[in-house]
């Protein structure tokens, strides 16, 4: 199964073998032995692929269909974290424990660190406000 989901998966992103062997560190021969032979990789190229691909290592040997494990519970990058002040970064550690914010960093996986610190500081004035009883 690891084999017709490596090449699946390097065809749908569009890779060569060669650039997807020099993305995990190996040479071509290694990628077409992995696609043809049924070779399968060691745990640190199997997590790299998993990484390369946004999948879980679960789907890349077969035991699943689902591509993606849904993490149960999200944390914020520690570079994000680095921008937010302490209260800030306690305001939205409290938030994570609700199932909202946790749909919300799913899918904001693609936003540069300082959007999501921005989105973070604004979810904080707008409980605030909302605490307060006002608007923003």
Sequence with gaps: MFKKRIRQLRKENKLTQQQLADKIGVGRATIAGYETKGKEP???TLTKLAEIFDVSVDYLLGRTDIKKAVPSSPKIPD???KLLSDEENRFIADLLQKEEIQMYLREARGASKEDLATAIRVLK???EGKEKGTTL
């Design 125 to 127: 004035a707008v409980r």
């Design 79 to 81: 570079d994000v974290q």
């Design 42 to 44: 060691g745990y640190d």
